[in-house]
């Protein structure tokens, strides 16, 4: 089984700051990673496919890049709405998801 | 506008069963593989399984911490898939979601119900 690794598990910022989220696969996955946002009491929302290709929608400030093991998630500036968690997942094989990155408010 | 409705959820005593519904609109879901997926109050996601298309022969995958209890099949002629939950232990409580990739048989998927509640405890 492929296993996913995010981090950091948590972190601080500020409005306006820009934040980066890693994800590190087991084994090579090629380009088979999506990340989700996911806000309190809501379902996840899918916000990019195919490691950097961006769901219709979803803002310009959201950005990913990676290929075959190590991925990275990419808010160019911090808004109040985007203070959630965030999950990367692998779809190459059964799906796996990473152990989340929760973006709180410093 | 793709729409999943799960139900189903509610109070189920250690060992016991109970089937959750998931039921779609807005796209073709005889051409979409369902997903479930579940997460424990205040922790991650967890993928429990797969069903598969006719066109795959309605194959099923499952985690290895359902294998054997869980059961996963569909209707196409009513749009709805099911999670059938055997032996049921307290560290199944979670929400659970049903998702699709609207009109395919992936292993991605991007539309999520809302999901429904399971909990169980004597």
């Known amino acids: 089984d492929i296993q996913m690794t995010q981090s950091p598990s948590s972190l601080s910022a500020s409005v306006g700051d820009r934040v980066t989220i890693t994800c590190r696969a087991s084994q090579g996955i090629s380009n088979y990673l999506a990340w989700f946002q996911q806000k309190p009491g809501k379902a996840p929302k899918s916000l990019i496919y195919a490691a950097s290709t961006l769901q219709s929608g979803v803002p310009s400030k959201f950005s990913g890049s990676g290929s075959g093991t190590d991925f990275t998630l990419t808010i160019s500036s911090l808004q109040p709405e985007d203070f959630a968690t965030y999950y990367c997942q692998q779809y190459k094989t059964y799906p796996a998801f990473g152990g989340g990155t929760k973006v709180e408010i410093k | 506008e793709v729409q999943l409705v799960e139900s189903g959820g509610g109070l189920v005593q250690p060992g016991g069963s109970r089937r959750l519904s998931c039921a779609a609109s807005?796209?073709?879901?005889?051409?979409?593989?369902v997903h479930w997926v579940r997460q424990a109050s205040g922790n991650g996601l967890e993928w429990v399984g797969h069903?598969?298309?006719?066109?795959?022969?309605?194959?099923?995958g499952y985690s290895a911490s359902v294998k054997g209890r869980f059961i996963i099949s569909r209707d196409d002629s009513k749009n709805t898939a099911y999670l059938q939950m055997n032996s049921l232990k307290t560290e199944d409580t979670a929400v659970y979601y049903c998702?699709?990739?609207?009109?395919?048989?992936?292993?991605?998927?991007?539309?999520w119900g809302q999901g429904t509640v399971v909990t169980v405890s004597s």
């Open positions: 069903i598969r298309t006719k066109a795959n022969s309605y194959a099923t």
């Open positions: 998702a699709v990739y609207s009109g395919y048989d992936s292993f991605f998927f991007d539309d």
């Open positions: 807005g796209f073709t879901f005889s051409g979409a593989g």
